[in-house]
């Protein structure tokens, strides 16, 4: 698939097209291609994490004068978390036109796909600069309009407080084991309350790791 076609998808042409192909490369790639560059998607990556934070905190800050610092911590949370990026490179077909070694598929991996949305972002803030930048993440990954006005709350944030009130302690989390590639890992994570209940749960990273063994403890102890 073209350069063209994924930024029709984006709705953003860039100047610079170079940046968009770099983002679009994993390391993978230029291991096994002898004439492609050594540039990856990883640096983009870090820039677009952290422009993907500023964004969303200013906006959070600035429309939910009302939230205390938890309640802003769980919004950014769930909207700068690899469910919510993997959600728009699937619906925009990222995987089709990324560069990756040959007979990977990524169409499932939403740790790797979660990755390159941020990539694509930090792209487009050295393309355009912020405003450009904020006005990709809102209106396209984000989508500002389907905001709820009103707390949410995350697994572990929610575990901790249900914790801290009945026992009176904060949940341990261990990893118990980390297996698969460096580019396609599985996590397993474990949670106990004082040896009350000990549940694990796997994830692509350890952050989705601990939210899915959270939600999973949340569960039983609630029934």
């Known amino acids: 698939m073209s350069i063209d076609q994924l930024e029709k998808q984006i709705k953003y042409k860039f100047k610079n097209v170079n940046l968009l192909k770099e983002a679009l490369t994993h390391s993978s790639y230029n ?22 934070g500023l964004v969303l905190a200013e906006y959070f800050f600035k429309h939910f004068p009302s939230f205390n610092e938890g309640c802003l911590n769980d919004y950014l949370q769930k909207y700068a978390n690899q469910s919510t990026l993997a959600k728009y490179a699937n619906k925009i077909s990222l995987s089709i036109f990324l560069k990756i070694q040959k007979g990977d598929n990524l169409d499932n991996n939403k740790s790797i796909l979660s990755d390159v949305v941020e990539s694509i972002i930090g792209a487009i803030y050295l393309d355009s600069g912020l405003v450009r930048c904020k006005n990709f993440i809102l209106n396209e990954i984000v989508q500002k309009n389907s905001f709820l006005p009103k707390p949410i709350k995350h697994p572990k944030s929610t575990l901790q407080e249900y914790c801290l009130d009945k026992y009176k302690t904060l949940p341990k989390y261990t ?49």
């Open 175 to 223: 990893m118990i084991n980390k297996s698969g590639t460096d580019h396609l890992p599985t996590y397993i994570v474990s949670v106990s309350i004082k040896n009350i209940d000990n549940v694990s749960a796997a994830g692509t990273n350890l952050k989705n790791a601990e939210e899915a063994a959270a939600l999973k403890l949340l569960n039983i102890l609630r029934n």
């Open 31 to 52: 291991l096994k291609n002898s004439r492609a560059t050594n540039k990856n998607y990883e640096r983009l990556e870090f820039l677009g994490d952290r422009v993907l």
